[in-house]
Nanobody
Framework: QVQLLESGGGSVQSGGSLRLACTAS????????MAWFRQAPGRQREGVAA????????FYAPSVKGRFTIFQDAASSTLYLQMNTLKPDDTATYYC?????????????????WGQGAQVTVSS
C-alpha cells in the first residue's frame, strides 16, 4: 500500500513563491508515476504536473509551464512542487497523487493513491 503525506502550502501575494512536498512510502512499482493535482471550489480537479522517474519524463499543464517545477528527491522519497510567479488563479487545494502506470498523466482516474491535500491561497 502506498501512503502520501503532504506538507507546505499557505498564503502568498501574487507574484510570490511556495513549495509543496509529498513524502511517499510503499512499493516503488505502485508509485512509478507521481503527480500534483489541484481543485478550486466549484471546479474539477485538474492535473498540474507529473513525473515518471524511470524515463526521466516530466509533464506540465500549459497554465503552469514555466512557473512551476516538479522534482523528486529519491533518497527521501519526496516529491516537490516549486511554484513561482503565483497568480490568484492558482488558488486551490493541491493534492499529491501516485500510480503504477497510465497513458494520460492528467487524468485523475489513473492514480490510485492520494495525499490529504494542501491549501494554496494567492491574493492579488
Amino acid at each position: 500500500q502506498v501512503q502520501l503525506l503532504e506538507s507546505g502550502g499557505g498564503s502568498v501575494q501574487s507574484g510570490g513563491s511556495l513549495r509543496l512536498a509529498c513524502t511517499a512510502s510503499g512499493p516503488l512499482n505502485l508509485r512509478a508515476y507521481m503527480a500534483w493535482f489541484r481543485q478550486a471550489p466549484g471546479r474539477q480537479r485538474e492535473g498540474v504536473a507529473a513525473v515518471y522517474s524511470r524515463a526521466n519524463a516530466y509533464f506540465y499543464a500549459p497554465s503552469v509551464k514555466g512557473r512551476f517545477t516538479i522534482f523528486q528527491d529519491a533518497a527521501s522519497s519526496t516529491l516537490y512542487l516549486q511554484m513561482n510567479t503565483l497568480k490568484p488563479d492558482d488558488t486551490a487545494t493541491y493534492y499529491c497523487a501516485a500510480g503504477p502506470s497510465m497513458n494520460d498523466w492528467a487524468r485523475s482516474e489513473n492514480y490510485h493513491y492520494w495525499g490529504q491535500g494542501a491549501q494554496v491561497t494567492v491574493s492579488s
